[in-house]
């Protein structure tokens, strides 16, 4: 694949990724307003988090969205 076509689909995951991260930032406000960006990084540190299916759901699209573009850079 040329190279510049990977730096576009790079481009559009690391724009897919910000819109992922703010997405479950906005439903973890609404289940615990105080959250801080950093705490999603451990939210199973967070009960409310960690019960919520609408949480996980999305934390897990993000997470697919993460492993699409580190397998991207490793194909490189």
């Not at 995951?13 to 960006?37: F, G, H, N, V, Y």
């Not at 967070?46 to 699409?68: I, M």
Request: a negative charge; zero cysteines; aromatic letters at 4%.
């Amino acid at each position: 694949m040329p190279a510049e076509k990977i730096e576009d689909i790079e481009s559009l995951l690391d724009e897919m990724i910000a819109s992922q991260r703010a997405r479950l930032l906005k439903i973890a406000r609404r289940i615990e307003p105080s959250l801080t960006p950093e705490d999603l990084l451990q939210p199973h540190n967070h009960p409310r988090l960690a019960g919520s299916p609408e949480f996980n759901f999305e934390d897990g699209t993000l997470a697919g969205y993460l492993a699409v573009r580190a397998a991207l850079r490793a194909s490189r």
